[in-house]
């Protein structure tokens, strides 16, 4: 049976595919309110704003993201660590690991406001914003950049919640904020007219709104460790072992967004159109790759809680459970990128232009449609399993080895075409589900009997 304590679950009994998918369904949901919450900003400002304030929320979102993103995958460190605790049945620790979290966060988010408030300018010059969106960019990121701390508060709910088995709590919490945002961009965007001003203000007010209704609802959840305010306190020993999960992860999705930034710079040299384009199609290409991503999130608290309690058997069949499923939607949405990509980008834009231009930069993410949900899922797998330097070590490679050198060499070949240097994608994903095969082959020859220990032993 599976075991539960109020709404969060035990992963080391009990049937596995159906764990599984009533764990990932909740994350599912919420990854798609999330898709949807960072949409609504593009799909709101495309619908009633100009093509610059497209192309400043698209390029100042794939800022916020390449900061705040690192920050979500530095949190998985406490979703591990909390995984692997319950598994072993060391639910007191889990108060302390919280409280010490909170603070280490916390710490970043204040620096991390700093450096967003204060080099805007820079960083969007080092992006190549195009210069009639350029103001329209610095304005978009320094709003957000000034409420960094309030979004690493809401990122980090979600990781401390599917580290106890709870993926309810983080659904609840993004539901809320995904209201209010839209609501908030409908105001300011097209009733005020403020543009990709608006859209900023309104990101950052839902999600402050959204923290405080989730601590509400916390404080009436009933969790299977005590805490108190007297955890929140810098705690040495939790912060290496957060950072000794987390820091890896935190690395290799900096590193991995900085490629995406580099490819964004790139298609920005190229005008005003094709730099509109391609955030038009990264915005669906989050929808496509949700349920990869809800397995992923969901393949890592099941191994980090069977990992804990050794119950290795039940985390190798979790990844096959995942692979397979994911793999399904996959093919499907595959096909439905490459052939209906110009429907799916024009909910995105009204600008013919700038839906074809999307369009033909869905062809090629088609193909990472069968990829993505083989190696995602595999990073799960490693993530649970405490892995995480492998993890990042598979994302440099492919970034930098892979994804920005074909970017660049395809950007270079007349007549330049997003189809050509979307092929960057799918040939650095190639790579990674190499890669992931062959660490699996190495542990299976280093721990013959799948007793890898877990990172906090």
């Known amino acids: 049976m599976d075991q539960k ?29 999330q898709a949807t919450y960072g949409a609504v900003d593009l799909l709101i400002v495309g619908q009633f704003a100009t093509s610059a304030d497209v192309s400043a929320v698209a390029t100042g979102s794939n800022i916020m993201m390449t900061l705040t993103g690192p920050i979500s995958s ?33 710490c970043i ?10 080099l805007t300018p820079q960083i969007c010059t080092l992006m190549h914003a195009p210069a009639e969106a350029f103001d329209r960019t610095a304005s978009y990121v320094r709003i957000c950049g000034g409420g960094i701390l309030v979004i690493i508060s809401y990122n980090l709910i979600g990781s401390i919640f599917r580290g106890i088995g709870d993926s309810r709590t983080p659904l609840i919490a993004v539901a809320i904020a995904c209201i209010f945002n839209i609501a908030g961009d409908l105001f300011l965007v097209r009733g005020v007219g403020l543009g990709a001003s608006g859209a900023a203000i309104a990101t950052v007010a839902a999600q402050a709104l959204s923290v405080v209704i989730s601590l509400i ?36 999705d900096l590193l991995v967004g900085l490629s ?35 397995f992923m999130q969901s393949v890592a608290a099941f191994t980090a809680q069977n ?34 990509g110009d429907l799916l980008c024009a909910v995105f834009s009204k600008d013919p232009e700038v839906v074809l231009a999307g369009a033909d930069y869905l062809k090629s993410y088609a193909i990472d449609c069968v990829l993505t949900p083989i190696f995602f899922v595999f990073i799960g797998y490693y993530n649970g399993l405490g892995q995480t330097g492998f993890v990042m070590l598979q994302g440099i490679v492919s970034a930098f080895g892979v994804r920005v050198p074909v970017s660049y060499a395809m950007s270079r070949i007349r007549p330049v075409s997003l189809f050509k240097i979307g092929l960057a994608t799918p040939c650095s994903s190639l790579l990674q589900i190499a890669m992931s095969l062959l660490f699996m082959r190495h542990l299976k020859r280093k721990y013959p009997d799948a007793e890898i220990p877990p990172v906090e032993r």
């Open 5 to 33: 304590t109020g709404s969060t679950r035990n992963f080391t009994t009990g049937p596995i595919l159906m764990q599984l998918i009533r764990f990932s369904v909740p994350v599912l949901f919420a990854l798609l309110l």
């Open 74 to 106: 530095f949190a998985m460190g406490i979703t591990v660590l909390l995984g692997q605790q319950i598994g072993r049945g060391d639910g007191k620790s889990g108060g302390t690991t919280i409280g010490s979290g909170i603070t280490l966060f916390a």
């Open 109 to 118: 988010g204040l620096a991390l406001t700093a450096v967003l408030v204060l």
């Open 217 to 252: 609802l916390i404080r009436r959840h009933e969790l299977p460790f005590s805490f108190s305010r007297k955890m929140l306190r810098v705690n040495g020993r939790i912060w290496k072992k957060i950072a000794t999960l987390g820091l890896p992860l935190a690395v290799s």
């Open 260 to 294: 995406f930034m580099i490819i964004q710079a790139i298609v920005n040299s190229l005008g005003l159109i094709p730099s509109a384009g391609i955030g038009v199609a990264e915005k669906v290409c989050a929808f496509i790759m949700l349920v990869p991503s809800a």
């Open 307 to 340: 990992v804990g309690a050794g119950r290795y058997d039940r985390a190798t069949r979790a990844l096959r459970y995942g692979i397979l499923t994911s793999l399904a939607v996959g093919v499907f949405m595959g096909l439905l990128s490459f052939f209906r």
